[in-house]
């Protein structure tokens, strides 16, 4: 088989697996699944900035929340129809990237990192700020009667899964065949030098723009998605802590590969979940999982896959 | 008929804070001619060329491509216009595939499909002598093969003109015979400025060559004239003096 | 007019947070200037300064003045050993590698994080100052009787925040001392310009490196120590500073210690005064924004060229 079947079989075997998950393994765990799913379309969304663009973004929570308030907002506050609040909810998202990339792009590596963390604070003081209508770190409630998409019951267990399998696998379709496209090579140009880049005549600039502009929209559509199917709108999920997630679970997983955003976000969930059966700090237990992924597997997971066992994965 | 002229630069100037690194440098670059740009060591030549490609913004002063003033525009525009330049430093996408490194080159103009692109790059690979080395990562290749790999992703943007910035520095003696023979390859069917140290390789490959110094054109005219002329003799005299 | 001695009295608020800002900031600086990487960890040596300070008053129980003395003398210098320690046994083994440090010191922060939760507890503990007199804010005004000064509002400032003011002032002069005038300082600066050559003239970088690492943290951890009396130590003490630190660092240029000095007078005072006359919270977006147009029209702060 070429790499390229090969990827694309890989893409279809870990969408069967994730539904066959489904049918095999307990309630709580499918569960998990789902939320993890969810997580990891933003994560794909943020991989496409930082793993493929280059660029490192430590406020991709305003993207994501973004999402998530423009669509819960507008539902349960608004009073609007599910499908048009999700319309707005992806404008919010889109009209935030715009704005930020924009301003954002002026600068570069460090400074990149800090403007793009203090507009995600500003987001974060805002929601705050708003208290009335966001209701600030308490948050609030979408009511299950606006959680029904097309006639389905998207707060229902089973619904759910299928929801976030379906938004998954799509996305992470996309991402496939984006990274192999003439547009996912140069942005991976970019990433490895953009001046030679940009002397072999790539508008460098426009290409982070749109990157920007589709990593964010992602970001918002997890947003979103998680509004949507769990529930729950919160300050918490504009707070530095979400945008320094997404980070963490690209790096584990392997920043730069199709499937390293899953594995990063699976990685993460259960190391927490596992260790807070037994132990109250698990953050105790992420740190050092951290410091050993950083010492011994810097590539990720999918990275030294791929530097050891699966050259092709892309 | 006189060969159209490709390139103009008129009164260009670079000034890095109070220093003049280019003055006034009137230029003519005729379609399809082979021209070597010398000139002693800090004579201005890659801000020169800087500003041809947009790297460096010029002071003040006009670069004319085709007839069309480009003066405003950003790098990658005057790139797309059909100018290749590599670098004096070794600059390749070092963490990917030598194929890859020039498919970049060639795909840019979004003409052809994947497999028309992985021909090109095979043709180009093949012509340079790369082709058996396509799938190694452009880091783990040699020095003297990255700078190869630097021209091939030059030649593989089909430019009309082709800037070379000090091509055979650190080469192998053999690896510079086949740069020589691969630019007179190149003869006619594209426009060549070639920067360059080594005089022999100048001397077998210019048709032209211009001359640099404090910033400012010294002389031009053929290979003949320009070893004849005695304000060259003397410049390089007195650097190499200086040097010492 | 109310408004005159607000502006008093939010300037001097605002000095303080500049005064611990600068401390907390050159920490930072100096790390990224000398070493080139970011330290994410850096708030949580600050909070680390600030929950040792309790623990070592505590332990001493006497007068406060005995306990300040003695945590603003060994708290720094835990603080910057355990970093440095740190430096040694992750950063150099890493290489440096400006992501992977990221990543590093996000896991360094989760651990002292967590780890001060589980010994320390999830209370914020107040520090006694040493001394705490409260100084009334005079005003002045022209009347029929000529000029005269009183103290119409009761607004005061205490005598311990006057002292950080002071205390932080000394400081930077120690740090400014060292950086300029002292065979470390040298090598440093040295280091700064160029590791290659540095290491070929035989300057052990490897050891100026977790040396320079545990300067910061310990610079971190001197704000921290003066900041107890006036701010309780809680575990959760670190994000602040370090947001703000990173905020002073940009605008001050990177690496430039005059440069972030003066950004963090001017983020501090800033910061106080907007505060007192806004609500926190709108204050603060202000202030985040404003600092994040800074960043992007002029990228290299506010006195880079």
């Known amino acids: 088989?070429?790499?390229?079947?090969?990827?694309?079989?890989?893409?279809?075997?870990?969408?069967?697996?994730?539904?066959?998950?489904?049918?095999?393994?307990?309630?709580?765990?499918?569960?998990?699944?789902?939320?993890?799913?969810?997580?990891?379309?933003?994560?794909?969304?943020?991989?496409?900035?930082?793993?493929?663009?280059?660029?490192?973004?430590?406020?991709?929570?305003?993207?994501?929340?973004?999402?998530?308030?423009g669509f819960g907002l507008s539902v349960q506050q608004g009073g609007l129809p599910t499908g048009l609040a999700l319309l707005i909810g992806l404008a919010t998202a889109f009209t935030v990237s715009l704005v930020v990339g924009f301003l954002a792009l002026r600068t570069k590596e460090v400074a990149f990192m800090i403007v793009t963390l203090m507009f995600a604070q500003a987001g974060y003081l805002t929601v705050l700020y708003f208290g009335s209508i966001t209701r600030g770190d308490e948050g609030f409630v979408i009511n299950t009667a606006k959680?029904?998409?097309?006639?389905?019951?998207?707060?229902?267990?089973?619904?759910?899964?299928?929801?976030?399998?379906?938004?998954?696998?799509?996305?992470l379709l996309a991402m496939?065949?984006?990274?192999?496209?003439?547009?996912?090579?140069?942005?991976?140009?970019?990433?490895?030098?953009?001046?030679?880049?940009?002397?072999?005549?790539?508008?460098?600039?426009?290409?982070?723009?749109?990157?920007?502009?589709?990593?964010?929209?992602?970001?918002?559509?997890?947003?979103?998605?998680?509004?949507?199917?769990?529930?729950?709108?919160?300050?918490?999920?504009?707070?530095?802590?979400?945008?320094?997630?997404?980070?963490?679970?690209?790096?584990?997983?392997?920043?730069?590969?199709?499937?390293?955003?899953?594995?990063?976000?699976?990685?993460?969930?259960?190391?927490?979940?596992?260790?807070?059966?037994?132990?109250?700090?698990?953050?105790?237990?992420?740190?050092?999982?951290?410091?050993?992924?950083?010492?011994f597997a810097p590539q990720g997971l999918a990275g030294e896959l791929r530097k050891r066992v699966f050259p092709w994965l892309p | 008929m006189a060969a159209m002229t490709l390139l103009e630069t008129r009164a260009l100037t670079k000034t890095f804070g109070g220093i003049k690194a280019n003055t006034n440098v009137d230029f003519l670059l005729p379609e399809g001619q082979t021209m070597a740009l010398i000139g002693p060591n800090g004579a201005g030549k890659s801000t020169f060329v800087g500003m041809l490609c947009g790297r460096i913004p010029a002071t003040s002063g006009q670069v004319f491509f085709e007839g069309k003033d480009i003066s405003a525009l950003p790098a990658h525009k005057r790139i797309a216009l059909g100018i290749a330049y590599t670098f004096q430093i070794t600059s390749v996408f070092a963490n990917l595939p030598v194929r890859e490194n020039v498919a970049l080159a060639v795909r840019r103009d979004g003409s052809r499909t994947e497999a028309q692109v992985m021909d090109r790059v095979d043709h180009v690979l093949d012509r340079v002598g790369l082709l058996d080395r396509a799938d190694q990562v452009a880091g783990d290749l040699s020095y003297g093969h990255q700078r190869i790999l630097e021209i091939a992703m030059g030649l593989g943007q089909d430019p009309k003109l082709f800037i070379?910035?000090?091509?055979?520095?650190?080469?192998?003696?053999?690896?510079?015979?086949?740069?020589?023979?691969?630019?007179?390859?190149?003869?006619?069917?594209?426009?060549?400025?070639?920067?360059?140290?080594?005089?022999?390789?100048?001397?077998?490959?210019?048709?032209?060559?211009?001359v640099l110094n404090f910033g400012e054109i010294l002389a031009n005219g053929t290979p003949q004239q320009i070893q004849n002329n005695p304000a060259v003799q003397a410049a390089y005299l007195g650097t190499s003096h200086a040097e010492d | 007019m109310e408004f005159g001695p607000h502006l008093i009295l939010a300037s001097l608020e605002g000095a303080v947070t500049a005064a611990i800002l600068s401390l907390t900031a050159i920490g930072l600086s100096i790390v990224f200037g000398v070493m080139r990487v970011v330290n994410v960890a850096h708030g949580e040596f600050f909070m680390l300064g600030a929950v040792f300070a309790w623990y070592i008053s505590q332990f001493l129980g006497t007068h406060p003045a005995l306990g300040f003395v003695a945590a603003i003398l060994i708290a720094p210098l835990l603080v910057g050993t355990l970093a440095a320690g740190l430096d040694r046994l992750i950063l150099q083994r890493i290489d440096y590698n400006p992501e992977r440090t990221i990543v590093a010191t996000i896991g360094i922060l989760y651990i002292l994080q967590q780890g001060t939760l589980m010994t320390f507890g999830p209370d914020a503990r107040p520090v006694a100052p040493p001394f705490n007199q409260v100084i009334a804010i005079p005003w002045f005004e022209f009347t029929d009787a000529g000029f005269e000064i009183y103290w119409p509002w009761g607004l005061g400032i205490t005598s311990y925040k006057l002292f950080i003011i002071f205390a932080a002032a000394v400081v930077l002069a120690g740090v400014w001392l060292l950086m300029t005038r002292t065979k470390f300082g040298l090598i440093m600066r040295a280091t700064q310009q160029d590791r290659e050559t540095a290491q070929a003239f035989g300057v052990p970088v490897d050891k100026v490196f977790a040396y320079v690492f545990g300067l910061g943290a310990a610079l971190a951890a001197v704000g921290a120590v003066l900041v107890v009396p006036v701010q309780q130590a809680h575990y959760l003490m670190g994000f602040d500073p370090l947001l703000l630190s990173f905020i002073v660092v940009i605008i001050g240029g990177l690496g430039s210690l005059p440069g972030t000095v003066i950004a963090a007078v001017l983020i501090g005072m800033t910061d106080g005064i907007i505060s007192v006359f806004f609500s926190p919270t709108l204050a603060k977006i202000i202030a985040t924004l404003a600092v994040a147009m800074v960043l992007v029209f002029r990228p290299r702060g506010l006195m880079g060229k």
């Open chain 1, 176 to 295: 496939a065949a984006l990274v192999k496209s003439s547009f996912g090579r140069a942005l991976i140009a970019v990433r490895e030098n953009e001046e030679r880049a940009m002397m072999l005549g790539y508008d460098t600039h426009r290409l982070k723009y749109v990157a920007v502009l589709l990593s964010g929209t992602l970001a918002g559509i997890g947003g979103m998605a998680y509004a949507l199917l769990f529930g729950y709108v919160g300050a918490t999920f504009a707070s530095v802590q979400y945008s320094i997630f997404p980070l963490l679970w690209v790096l584990l997983g392997g920043a730069g590969t199709t499937i390293g955003p899953l594995l990063g976000v699976l990685f993460m969930y259960y190391l927490i979940d596992i260790s807070s059966s037994f132990t109250d700090a698990y953050m105790l237990v992420a740190g050092v999982a951290l410091l050993i992924l950083c010492l």
């Open chain 2, 164 to 210: 070379l910035d000090e091509p055979t520095q650190g080469l192998a003696e053999s690896e510079v015979t086949e740069f020589v023979d691969l630019i007179n390859d190149l003869k006619g069917s594209t426009t060549i400025l070639l920067i360059e140290h080594n005089m022999d390789v100048v001397m077998r490959t210019a048709e032209a060559i211009t």
């Open chain 1, 1 to 69: 088989m070429t790499g390229k079947s090969k990827s694309y079989a890989l893409h279809l075997c870990l969408i069967a697996l994730l539904a066959a998950a489904f049918f095999i393994l307990p309630q709580y765990h499918v569960g998990v699944l789902s939320r993890v799913m969810v997580l990891a379309v933003y994560a794909m969304g943020y991989n496409m900035l930082f793993g493929y663009t280059g660029l490192l973004s430590l406020g991709h929570a305003l993207f994501f929340a973004a999402g998530m308030y």
């Open chain 1, 147 to 171: 959680r029904a998409l097309f006639g389905v019951d998207l707060s229902d267990e089973t619904a759910r899964f299928w929801a976030a399998l379906l938004l998954f696998s799509v996305t």
